[in-house]
């Protein structure tokens, strides 16, 4: 699949640095063509040297260092491109990209290239979590960068958390899907939401859950890169939002409903992955509550219930909801399925290992009016969006197909 690709890797300074080498040499096995551009920070935890005999190709550290007095190395780079990876992108460069800065030859080839950019950061855990760094993530996603999300455990820093490099065959991964992409759902519109609904209780309190939004960002990504114009209307989340959709940002339940009426009359195919609050304050205090006395009672309401809303209003649409459960799943499952007129349930039971929030994997099982359509052992959750976008594409042209009959 890879082969006769040209790919870019850029190589930023953080300890990460060290895998970019196993990388480089995955990419060169799978048959691209590998163009490597360090910068001097990265030159200080791996020679550039390695890089050079794995890629087979001189590497890049200085934009004044031009080896073909033909071409301006940077522009040359960015031109042939089929793909740019940055492994590792640290917490600087990514700011660079999101703010147009060219002081390198790494930053300075990112700001000429119009090939599609890989992302992968590698930082400590705070600096991963840091408001700007997350602005600047969501800020690239919106022009079309795509990211791989790092992983978590033990930093070289000491740390314990998110901001560990994923591992190069993740990446390799990632660019396979890349270049594997169809145009399974060309001319379809997508609306997807993902996300924990808050509720606020006064400016600084809120209820919500433990929905990070992994799964509805990654069904999104997943959709687009299958040629689907693709909505995202997030709530609350703790990854970055996926390239080439427009992301809607919401907050309460109210405010999620309002956003996906407006966009479902246009859509073909609606996922409903978020998690939604199931009750809200009655009343929202416009001033932060003191504290006072030994307790404090909340009087709380339903919110409004969205996959019923649209199930209710469904013409043409292909409507599919998520059930997080933590028993008896398939009788929760059937049972939302049918009171909410579902044309899929995808379930899990999330105190399960590898099925819940936060993590990067998922179990699911689906469910249509017939009962189980397919059970699915752990996956990650990208995979499992892969699968459930090619099984709504399919559905959806199989109900085109017989209305047109």
Not at 283 to 306: N, R, S, Y
Request: aromatic fraction near 4%; glycine fraction near 8%; charge should be negative.
């Amino acid at each position: 699949m890879l082969k006769g690709k040209t790919i870019v890797l850029g190589v930023s300074g953080g300890i990460a640095a060290y895998k970019a080498a196993a990388l480089c040499s995955k990419l060169t096995q799978q048959g691209a063509s590998v163009r490597v551009i360090m910068t001097d920070s990265a030159a200080r935890f791996i020679a550039p040297l390695t890089l050079q005999v794995l890629s087979k190709h001189p590497v890049y550290t200085d934009t004044f260092d031009e080896k073909d007095p033909s071409v301006v190395a940077h522009i040359d780079l960015a031109d042939h491109a089929d793909l740019i990876i940055v492994a590792p992108a640290t917490a600087n460069v990514i700011a660079k990209m999101a703010h147009g800065l060219a002081d390198d030859m790494l930053s300075t080839t990112l700001l000429a290239a119009t090939a599609p950019v890989l992302v992968a950061p590698a930082m400590n855990v705070h600096m991963y979590a840091h408001p700007a760094v997350q602005h600047n993530m969501e800020l690239l996603a919106a022009r079309g960068v795509r990211f791989i999300e790092p992983g978590e455990g033990l930093l070289a820093c000491g740390y314990v958390g998110k901001g560990r490099l994923a591992e190069p065959e993740d990446i390799v991964e990632a660019v396979r899907q890349y270049f594997g992409r169809t145009e399974l759902l060309k001319g379809r519109r997508v609306l997807v939401t993902a996300g924990g609904t808050m509720e606020r209780i006064d400016p600084v309190r809120y209820l919500t859950n433990d929905s990070s939004g992994k799964m509805g960002f990654a069904i999104a990504a997943a959709a687009a890169e299958h040629g689907a114009e693709v909505v995202v209307v997030a709530a609350r989340t703790s990854a970055p939002p996926p390239a080439g959709v427009e992301l809607v940002r919401v907050e309460s339940a109210q405010q999620m409903l309002e956003a996906v009426l407006e966009r479902f009359d246009q859509s073909d195919i609606v996922v409903k992955a978020a998690a939604v609050a199931d009750y809200r304050p009655i009343h929202m205090h416009g001033e932060k509550l003191k504290k006072q006395g030994a307790g404090l009672v909340l009087e709380l309401e339903k919110t409004p219930d969205i996959l019923e809303t649209l199930g209710a209003r469904k013409r043409h649409q292909l409507l599919i909801g998520f059930a997080a459960e933590t028993s008896q799943v398939e009788h929760y499952a059937m049972d939302k399925l049918h009171r909410k007129n579902c044309d899929l349930i995808v379930a899990n039971d999330v105190s399960q290992e590898g099925a819940g929030f936060h993590g990067d994997t998922n179990i699911v099982q689906l469910f249509d009016a017939a009962g189980l359509v397919d059970a699915w052992p752990m996956l990650s959750k990208r995979e499992v969006a892969e699968r459930l976008v090619r099984l709504a594409a399919e559905r959806l042209q199989r109900r085109l197909g017989a209305e047109q009959s």
